[in-house]
């Protein structure tokens, strides 16, 4: 289930080890039917900075590297 929020973050429920259910926090870099990529997401692609949000689910230690 997602819930999608007016800015550009989107939480999502997922099954970890255990079958542990965890939210994680994500940023929301494609918008729409046509998987377009929003201004915002192309920059965070870009400098690979979408992938910050998987640190704080670690630091949260619902995650693991």
Not at 1 to 19: A, D, K, N, S, V
Not at 49 to 55: A, G, I, K, N, S
Request: aromatic residues 16%; positive net charge.
């Amino acid at each position: 289930m997602w819930i999608t929020l007016p800015t550009e973050f989107f939480f999502q429920t997922r099954t970890g080890q255990y079958r542990k259910s965890f939210t994680i926090f994500k940023f929301k870099t494609i918008h729409g039917q046509k998987r377009a990529c929003s201004k915002i997401g192309k920059t965070l692609r870009k400098y690979k900075m979408d992938e910050f949000t998987q640190l704080l689910n670690i630091v949260k230690d619902d995650m693991s590297l």
